[in-house]
């Protein structure tokens, strides 16, 4: 059993914390908590202890929480920690606690890249981060771009330029003090947002320019995608490459689904825990190619697409299983829809 904390119980940590729980090679120590709020309390009926920064005990107490321990006596009892803390918080974490400690840690995106070795995507790039100490699972969009771009690389499909137009969610549904309430707002104004240069962290020598605007929905993020293909591939071989690979859902719209908010009734409908929905959702009547130019449009749903990410991070830093066997476990554990996927290197067409 691979013993993990979770550092940070937000809207990250308590999904990651679950899928963890989910496993039946992993345990979850306990959870890190800084306000003894009803977070505390869902952690506590999850049956997950719950650790908290030193200067916090009192207060835990004074709430009628009574700490399992701190931050350092969670790093110890585990074997992994994964932090999603906000961002920024995860690299005081590292200088301030874990360098003390040679257990690996799982970072998330909201962290600079510098605060990792390498940048992780199972599908990408699982056996890079086999062994290393500091490993970055990255942000929910530039995953789906990731997603996007291997699921054509693993089947035979090379892609020398992409061009991402992003339609960031404004904020997570909890976030009620976040905006924008009534815009659009260019988000960086500047050209090109930080997703490309952050995809390039996992895939280095892929040409991509990102542009993005933050708009008022709460739902999922949309991504309007152009990629130069290598060759000329036929829009039936594009589609065959999408469907065949782990973790990317084609929505078509003659069954129903032609908008984000279909995709989360999709999500609520499948039962599953928050109306969660990790895949990228590709629309698939927008998949266009003429000659070596593909179009296509997508949906992430922020709040969960990096969980199995977190999830194939455990095993793949300690070397515990190989990166086909873990992506599918993690996926049959976690109810995502494995229908005609194809878990093993996938062979390029011919
Ligand atoms: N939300 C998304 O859409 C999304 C998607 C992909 C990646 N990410 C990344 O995931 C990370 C976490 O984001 P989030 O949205 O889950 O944040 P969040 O909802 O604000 O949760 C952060 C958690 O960290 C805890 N925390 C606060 N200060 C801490 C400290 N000093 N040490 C340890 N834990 C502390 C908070 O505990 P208390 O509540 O007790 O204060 C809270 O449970 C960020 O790097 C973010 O960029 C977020």
């Known amino acids: 059993m691979i013993r993990v904390g979770v550092v940070g119980y937000g809207t990250i940590g308590k999904r990651v914390a679950d899928a963890i729980a989910a496993q039946d090679d992993m345990k979850i120590v306990g959870v890190l908590k800084t306000k003894p709020d009803y977070g505390a309390m869902l952690a ?38 994964v932090d999603a803390s906000p961002e920024d918080v995860g690299r005081e974490n590292k200088e301030k606690y874990y360098q003390k400690y040679g257990k690996p840690v799982i970072f998330q995106g909201g962290e600079e890249a510098d605060v990792a070795e390498v940048s992780f995507n199972a599908l990408a790039n699982y056996e890079e981060a086999r062994g290393r100490r500091y490993v970055r699972v990255v942000s929910c969009n530039t995953t789906g771009i990731i997603r996007a771009l291997t699921a054509l690389r693993l089947n035979g499909i090379g892609v020398r330029k992409a061009r991402v137009f992003i339609v960031r969610r404004g904020a997570d549904p909890k976030e009620f003090k976040r905006g924008p309430i009534n815009d659009v ?25 990102t542009v993005a605007v933050a708009v008022p929905v709460t739902i999922m993020h949309m991504h309007m995608a152009y990629f130069e293909l290598d060759s000329p591939h036929s829009r039936d071989a594009v589609i065959e490459a999408i469907a065949r690979t782990p973790r990317v859902y084609i929505a078509e719209a003659g069954r129903g689904l032609q908008s984000l908010a279909q995709i989360i009734e999709l999500a609520r409908d499948l039962g599953r825990a928050r109306g969660d929905f990790p895949e990228i959702a590709v629309f698939g009547d927008s998949i ?19 969980v199995p990410e977190n999830v194939d991070a455990v095993r793949a830093v300690l070397g515990a299983l190989p990166k086909w066997a873990s992506i599918e476990k993690t996926d049959r554990s976690l109810g995502l829809l494995a229908e005609g996927k194809r878990y093993g290197q996938l062979a390029p067409r011919p």
């Open 185 to 209: 707002v260019p988000n960086p104004v500047t050209v090109p947002s930080h997703h490309g240069p952050d995809v390039k962290t996992v895939l280095r020598d892929v040409d991509i320019v």
């Open 288 to 306: 266009t190619v003429s000659g070596s130019e593909l179009y296509m449009m997508y949906g992430v749903h922020q709040e969960s697409i990096v």
């Open 44 to 81: 506590l009926r999850r049956g997950f202890p719950v650790y908290t920064l030193p200067e916090r005990v009192d207060e835990f107490r004074k709430a009628g929480v009574e700490p399992a321990g701190t931050i350092e006596d969670l790093i110890k009892a585990s074997d992994v920690i």
